[in-house]
């Protein structure tokens, strides 16, 4: 295990009380427009991608020429406000979705870091409890019982 700090981290908490108020109103300012959909309901849906999008547009192109033949249960102008409202939201994921890259890699790193230092304790206490060091097993079977491990031997074979 690599004792490399990589990072070292302490955000004031001004600054994350003033970072969480600014994502709540933006949330606040956008939420009543955007809906939430189950996993499925998700999984249904057939997506825009790159590919169908150039499809999309051009098909709302095609239907702004006069005298194209128009099936009646296809609605050109709801089309383009889902185009646009599409268009629209992009922008905003794509503002910030690089923060949330940052975030996450941040986390993770951050994670990381403090999983291999307990890692390396935990170690070193299993050493010591069975070295009999005073203290070190009272410590090893607490941190054994919450070690997010293999199961033992025993709890596989239930």
Do not use: C, W
């Amino acid at each position: 295990m690599s004792n490399v700090n990589r990072i070292s981290l302490n955000l004031p908490e001004e600054l994350v009380a003033s970072v969480k108020q600014h994502f709540a109103d933006a949330s606040e300012a956008v939420s009543q427009s955007l809906i939430n959909l189950s996993p499925e309901e998700s999984k249904a849906l057939p997506k825009l991608g790159d590919k169908s999008y150039s499809f999309v547009t051009k098909t709302l192109e095609y239907m702004k020429v006069p005298g194209t033949p128009m099936p009646p249960y296809v609605n050109g102008e709801e089309l383009y406000i889902d185009l646009k409202a599409y268009d629209t939201l992009r922008q905003i994921l794509q503002s910030v979705m690089p923060l949330i890259d940052q975030l996450n890699d941040t986390m993770a790193l951050s994670g990381s870091e403090a999983y291999i230092a307990a890692l390396s304790f935990y170690n070193y206490i299993k050493g010591a409890a069975k070295s009999n060091v005073p203290g070190a097993q009272t410590i090893y079977d607490d941190l054994s019982s919450r070690f997010p491990g293999r199961p033992t031997k025993k709890a596989e074979k239930v």
